[in-house]
C-alpha cells in the first residue's frame, strides 16, 4: 500500500469515528430525552438532554482529533525547535564574524 493510500484509508477512519462519536452521545440523549418526556409527562426534557448530547459529542470529537494529531503536533514542534536553534547558531557565528572572534587560528597567529 502506497503512503498516498494510506492517508486517504487513515483520513476515512478519521472521518468515521468522527461520525459515530457525534451521533452516538446526541441519538442516546435525544432517545433519552423523549423517554423521559413520555415517562413525565413533559415537554422540557428533550431540549436540555439534546444539548447535553450535542456537548458530549463535541467534547468526544475534541479528544479524539487531540489524540489522532498528537504525534503529528509533537514531531511539528520537534522540527521547529530544530530550525529555531540553527537560526540561534547562525545568528551567533554571524555576530563572530563580523568582530573577527570566529574561534579559530589563523596563519599570523
Known amino acids: ?10 483520513s476515512f477512519m478519521m472521518i468515521t469515528q468522527i461520525s459515530i462519536t457525534m451521533l452516538v452521545p446526541i441519538f442516546i440523549s435525544g432517545w433519552l430525552g423523549t423517554w423521559l418526556n413520555r415517562l413525565f409527562g413533559t415537554q422540557i426534557i428533550f431540549p436540555f438532554m439534546l444539548l447535553l448530547g450535542i456537548g458530549a459529542a463535541f467534547k468526544n470529537v475534541y479528544i479524539l482529533t487531540k489524540s489522532f494529531y498528537e504525534a503529528d ?10 530550525m529555531k536553534g540553527l537560526t540561534e547558531k547562525r545568528e551567533e557565528a554571524a555576530g563572530e564574524h563580523e ?3 570566529t574561534g579559530t587560528k589563523g596563519i599570523d597567529d
Do not use: A, C, V
Not at 500500500?1 to 487513515?10: G, N, Y
Not at 509533537?74 to 525547535?81: A, G, I, N, R, S
Open 99 to 101: 568582530t573577527g572572534k
Open 1 to 10: 500500500m502506497s503512503k498516498k493510500e494510506k492517508k486517504i484509508l487513515r
Open 73 to 82: 503536533m509533537k514531531k511539528e514542534h520537534e522540527q521547529l525547535d530544530y
